[in-house]
């Protein structure tokens, strides 16, 4: 009997990414909401919870014995396990080029800014946040790293290649992320954010953030 997948997250979250993946590909699993801070069992600061991720992050992803904790893994993962069209082009072709690009992009550019405000904003310990970092360096670094996709984006209807793929998921989220952190978003990117959040998939994975 195949394995049932599990999804660990929370809110809208990068968890959130893995969430509305897993709902795009048509395929059961379950997911459990876990509390950030806490230290029970559900909690994400746990001995149980730290098991699987020691950093106490999400998302999570296990398979039978396979544990994933990147939410960009747990995204291709799960396109290999999609029951419709596909979702991640196949290997050594254009569009797989493309749509690799955009997603290291994404990873390492331009949700860096988005990151680095939670952290100075939240995540770190007070004494290591540095509020000129919020206010002065973010705006600036965020603008480039805007500028940039959008030529990455060109006239593209899609995050990569001519139809909806997990980057897609990637680049949706972390657009609502922008949103919610308040940076300036150009309004090619508000209306790309809209269609793919229109998605069927989209509003089931959020329903479940509301249980
Ligand atoms: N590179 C990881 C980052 C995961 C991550 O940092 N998740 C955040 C939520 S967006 C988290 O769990 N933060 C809790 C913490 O830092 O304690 C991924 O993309 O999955």
Same mark, same amino acid.
């Given at each position: 009997?195949?394995?049932?997948?599990?999804?660990?997250?929370?809110?809208?979250?990068?968890?959130?990414?893995?969430?509305?993946?897993?709902?795009?590909?048509?395929?059961?699993?379950?997911?459990?909401?876990?509390?950030?801070?806490?230290?029970?069992?559900?909690?994400?600061?746990?001995?149980?919870?730290?098991?699987?991720?020691?950093?106490? $992050?999400?998302?999570?992803?296990?398979?039978?014995?396979?544990?994933?904790?990147?939410?960009?893994?747990?995204?291709?993962?799960?396109?290999?396990?999609?029951?419709?069209?596909?979702?991640? #082009?196949?290997?050594?072709?254009?569009? *797989?080029?493309?749509?690799?690009?955009?997603?290291?992009?994404?990873?390492?550019?331009? +949700?860096? #800014?988005?990151?680095?405000?939670?952290?100075? $904003?939240?995540?770190? #310990?007070?004494?290591?946040?540095?509020?000129?970092?919020? +206010? $002065?360096?973010?705006?600036?670094?965020?603008?480039?790293?805007?500028?940039?996709?959008?030529?990455?984006?060109?006239? *593209?209807?899609?995050?990569?290649?001519?139809?909806?793929?997990?980057?897609?998921?990637?680049?949706?989220?972390?657009?609502?992320?922008?949103?919610?952190?308040?940076? +300036?978003?150009?309004?090619?990117?508000?209306?790309? *954010?809209?269609?793919?959040?229109?998605?069927?998939?989209?509003?089931?994975?959020?329903?479940?953030?509301?249980?």
């Amino acid at each position: 009997m195949a394995s049932q997948i599990t999804i660990y997250g929370m809110g809208q979250s990068r968890s959130f990414r893995a969430l509305w993946a897993a709902e795009e590909t048509g395929i059961d699993f379950t997911y459990i909401q876990v509390d950030f801070k806490g230290t029970g069992e559900n909690g994400a600061q746990g001995s149980q919870y730290k098991q699987l991720n020691i950093q106490g $992050k999400v998302p999570t992803l296990v398979d039978g014995d396979l544990v994933i904790r990147e939410s960009a893994a747990i995204l291709n993962y799960l396109a290999t396990k999609a029951k419709g069209p596909s979702l991640m #082009p196949a290997d050594g072709t254009a569009a *797989r080029a493309a749509y690799d690009e955009m997603c290291f992009f994404i990873l390492s550019d331009f +949700e860096q #800014p988005l990151w680095t405000q939670g952290k100075h $904003k939240f995540a770190l #310990p007070e004494q290591y946040r540095v509020a000129d970092v919020v +206010e $002065k360096t973010l705006p600036f670094e965020f603008a480039k790293s805007q500028a940039a996709l959008l030529v990455l984006l060109g006239d *593209r209807q899609y995050a990569a290649g001519d139809s909806f793929t997990m980057a897609d998921v990637l680049l949706a989220q972390t657009i609502n992320w922008a949103q919610r952190f308040n940076f +300036e978003l150009d309004e090619k990117l508000i209306s790309y *954010r809209d269609r793919m959040i229109a998605r069927d998939a989209f509003t089931r994975a959020l329903k479940q953030t509301e249980q």
